[in-house]
Each structure stands twice: as structure tokens, then as C-alpha cells.
């Protein structure tokens, strides 16, 4: 849980840097968020979906209590002898539309990721993990992606520059999931081993809302 939501709440922080790799141009964030669905990945794996819709609004919750702290230190009134207030709203800032789209990308995003690889599991009969955990992000980071650079961006950037900025996110973020396979598959069955868990959801219900 720790290792899925500290990826989120740092993302929100270094996003405000833009880094180039060769010709994408990206939030520094595309760098770390996409750990947040490796590690979702194995906890619906091993544990299931409850499991990890239990882990996915504790992220929300934790997110939210980070972005309301530093709103919050935000207005405070700066002390006369310290110069950083400008450099702080800066870097930490936030806008609302920006919030609005990253707490919306994120649930869709991460529901729509577990409840792919829940489903496939059991139509897999448990095979072919590998297949699962990118299809899964493929779905979760795609939706992600369209619905936050949707309200972030749009009316803000050329239409034209929306779907290559979306399809460069989606695509880097995915890579993740294919690059980090290996270690997917090495948690994944020891934690399975050393905990005796491996859970498929037959008649789970797939409702983000019940937490029961």
C-alpha cells in the first residue's frame, strides 16, 4: 500500500517540471506515477480487487490530505524575514482544473486497470500474467490519460496538439508496464509464496463505491 501510494502523491509534486526525452516532451511525473500501477498490479494479482479497491481510495484519501496541506501552508502568510513564498507557489502550486483532473484521471484510471486484470484473471484461469498486467494498463493509463489532459488542457492548447500529447502520455506510461514484467512477475509469486494468497474474484462486485 505504502509502495502504491507514495508514487501518486510524489507524482503530483514533480509533475511541475517538464523534461525532454529525444523528441517527447512530458511532465516529470510520467517518470514516477506509473509505479502506482505496477504496484496495483500485484496487489489485485495476489490479494484482489477488494484488496485493491480497498488500497485505491486509501491513495485518494492520502492524495487529497497532501494537495490540503500544502493549499493550506499555501495561504498562510509567509514570515517578513522569508523570501521563498514566490519560488513555493511555484513549484507546489496547484489549480483547481489541474486537481479536478488528476483526482478524476486517477480513479478512473486505477479502477478501470484493476477490474480489467480481476476479469482477465479469471478468464485466463490465472495464466499468462504478462498479458494481463499491460493489457490492464493499457486500459487504465489510456482512460488516465484522455481524462486528464481533457480537463487540464483542453481550451488551453491548440486541439490539434491534445491527442499527441494524450497518445505520448499513454505510451510512455504503458512502457513501464512492459519494462517492468520481470520484477511484476518475481513479486508477484513470492509474495504468493510466502503468504499462501492468490485470489480470483468470482462474484466480486465490481462497484468502486462498496468498500464492505
Request: glycine share 8%; hydrophobic share 55%; aromatic share 12%.
Amino acid at each position: 500500500a505504502a509502495a502504491f501510494v507514495s508514487p501518486l502523491i510524489l507524482s503530483n509534486i514533480v509533475s511541475v517540471k517538464l523534461v525532454q526525452l529525444g523528441r517527447w516532451l512530458m511532465p516529470a511525473g510520467v517518470i514516477v506515477f506509473p509505479l502506482s500501477y505496477i504496484f496495483g498490479d500485484v496487489l489485485t494479482e495476489v490479494y484482489g480487487f477488494r484488496r485493491a479497491r480497498l488500497v485505491i481510495w486509501l491513495g485518494f484519501v492520502c492524495n487529497l490530505l497532501a494537495v490540503g496541506s500544502i493549499v493550506v501552508t499555501q495561504v498562510l502568510p509567509p514570515a517578513s524575514i522569508w523570501d521563498g513564498q514566490a519560488a513555493y507557489e511555484r513549484i507546489l502550486g496547484f489549480t483547481p482544473r489541474l486537481l479536478a483532473g488528476s483526482f478524476a484521471a486517477y480513479l478512473v484510471g486505477e479502477f478501470l486497470n484493476a477490474v480489467v486484470l480481476a476479469k482477465l484473471k479469471i478468464v485466463t484461469r490465472g495464466r499468462w500474467l504478462w498479458m494481463r498486467t499491460i493489457s490492464s494498463t493499457l486500459v487504465g493509463e489510456g482512460a488516465d490519460s484522455l481524462v486528464f489532459i481533457t480537463i487540464a488542457f483542453a481550451g488551453t492548447i491548440p486541439g490539434g496538439e491534445l491527442l499527441p500529447l494524450m497518445v505520448t502520455a499513454w505510451l510512455v506510461k504503458s512502457a513501464y508496464e512492459v519494462v517492468a514484467t520481470p520484477l511484476t512477475y518475481l513479486v508477484v509469486n513470492t509474495l504468493k509464496r510466502l503468504e499462501g494468497v492468490d485470489t480470483y474474484d468470482y462474484g466480486t462486485d465490481f462497484s468502486p463505491l462498496r468498500l464492505r
